[in-house]
Each structure stands twice: as C-alpha cells, then as structure tokens.
C-alpha cells in the first residue's frame, strides 16, 4: 500500500450492533497471519445483504481491476500518474453475500472524488468504517480517521514523517 493511500474497511451498521448490541469506538483487528486482517466478515455474516447492488455501484465508480477476480471476488483499480485508489469485495459462492469489503482511497487527490463516493456509499446502504487501527467511524467522521492516519501525516510534512519514522516516534500502520 502507497503511504498516500489512505485504508477503510467497510462495516454494515446493522451487523455490528446485531453483534456487539452497540458501535464501539474502536474493535480488534487481527495479524495472526503477519497482514493485516480487519475481521469484518463476523459483522456482514449476520445481515442479509447481496452483493449485486454494491458491484453494480462500484463499476460506476471505478474499473474493475484486470487481475483476481472471480465468481466471488471482485476488485477495482484506478491508477494513472496522478491516483491510486481500489477497492475489493468478497462473497460467499454459495450466497453472494458479501463477505469482506475495503477500499483505499488516494488522498493526493485535490477533491477527494473518489473518497465522497465512497462515503455516499456508505450513507446510502448504512455503512461504517474502520481504519487500519479498528478505529471505527460514520461517514460524516472520516476526516478524523484521516486526520490520524500517517496518510495524512506524510501527506501534510513528508520529511518530519520520515524523520519522526526513523526515530521511533511514529511506525507504519
């Protein structure tokens, strides 16, 4: 992943609270197999929500990728010169209900396009997000998730990131 590009997983709202009766600040995130793994798959595992509506979003927004998909796993690439965002969902063969749902969000962009499609998304069909810490947020509270983010840090003074990188005061996400 690019330092500019800033990570969201995507939660249905309904899943979490049917799960943890509440929306929690924050919930664990794994690195059992030394990645990243956000676990969201509990929270989509409870609610009946086909895939079909969000992929038909999606190609709207973004290509789809030329490499790893299949009946059940489909990715969107957008990179040029100037941006890099994608996006992935999962689903159950059997079902076609999703499974896992993330994208990653260029922040070089001037207006942020990408982004705010995303988070209509996401006020359209009640999503959450979460960030590479669990750190989770509604839609309208993205821009503290990014204010965090060492996306942003970079962003806003590559060198004091680097150099605070080098000196331990900060790690990569």
């Avoid at 030329?66 to 059997?94: C, P, V, Y």
């Avoid at 001037?110 to 997000?129: E, G, P, R, T, V």
């Avoid at 060492?150 to 000196?167: C, H, V």
Wanted: charged share 30%; aromatic share 12%; hydrophobic share 35%.
């Amino acid at each position: 992943m690019a330092l500019y590009q800033f990570y969201l997983a995507v939660i249905p709202r309904v899943g979490l609270v049917k799960k943890l009766n509440h929306i929690p600040d924050k919930i664990s995130i794994g690195n059992a197999t030394g990645y990243f793994e956000s676990n969201t798959e509990q929270y989509w595992k409870i609610v009946e929500f086909p895939s079909e509506e969000i992929i038909k979003e999606m190609d709207k927004l973004v290509d789809q990728a030329d490499w790893g998909n299949d009946k059940s796993n489909f990715n969107w690439k957008t990179h040029t010169e100037e941006l890099d965002h994608d996006a992935s969902l999962s689903t159950n063969s059997e079902s076609g209900k999703i499974e896992e749902f993330s994208f990653r969000a260029d922040l070089r962009e001037s207006d942020l396009k990408f982004l705010k499609c995303m988070i209509d998304l996401a006020n359209k069909y009640d999503f959450l997000f979460m960030d590479l810490k669990g750190n989770v947020a509604p839609p309208n509270e993205i821009g503290k998730l990014i204010e965090q983010s060492n996306s942003y840090k970079f962003l806003q003074n590559p060198l004091r990131f680097l150099t605070d990188l080098r000196k331990g005061e900060t790690s990569i996400d």
